[in-house]
């Protein structure tokens, strides 16, 4: 019996160091997210300015997924839905939402199909439920979106490094490439 539990847990590893990279993604976005939303973008309607500006600043979790998750009723088409998406990714993530995250992800794909995160984040859950052709069409998108990705404006180099390096490994289902630590913040 004891054979049959660590031959079980021995085939869980792989999963669990991609769900740290997963994880090491979400600090690297959130810190580019919030250099985003530090000034990056301008949006011209000043009510939808501060519809955003309130949702992102809000401290408590709930009070900022429900303002994003209005923003983006009410803005659909706002320079700051991609941003926003990816703000929410990272919340419901940080609240064990996965089946959130994974739905806002598709609507981010759908903004950006080249997007890193939703990438990153739906190749990891479609390998957890065991979809492997699905995680395998994303981790191949996801390998060539890598390939012409440039940096966004506000993240540091050594930051961008680490979050390539990070996707890449989600993509190809390498453990060994996790990356662990503090992630430094943008140099802006």
Not at 112 to 122: D, E, K, V, W, Y
Request: charged content about 25%.
């Amino acid at each position: 019996m004891k054979v049959a539990k660590a031959r079980e847990a021995k085939d869980y590893f792989p999963l669990a160091g991609i769900a740290v990279m997963v994880f090491s993604l979400l600090v690297i976005f959130a810190q580019w997210a919030s250099a985003q939303a530090s000034g990056r973008k301008e949006i011209k309607d000043s009510a939808e300015y501060h519809a955003y500006m309130s949702a992102i600043g809000q401290q408590d979790i709930k009070a900022k997924i429900s303002e994003l998750e209005s923003f983006l009723r009410q803005y659909p088409d706002s320079i700051m839905k991609e941003d926003g998406l990816g703000i929410l990714i990272a919340l419901y993530e940080r609240t064990s939402d996965s089946a959130k995250a994974v739905d806002t992800g598709h609507e981010l794909l759908a903004a950006n199909p080249c997007n890193l995160r939703a990438l990153s984040l739906l190749t990891y859950e479609s390998r957890r439920s065991k979809n492997l052709d699905e995680a395998k069409r994303y981790a191949t998108k996801g390998n060539q979106c890598l390939q012409t990705a440039t940096k966004p404006a506000g993240m540091s180099d050594e930051a961008w490094n680490v979050f390539k390096k990070s996707a890449a490994a989600v993509f190809n289902n390498d453990p060994g490439g996790i990356v662990v630590g503090v992630v430094p913040r943008s140099s802006q």
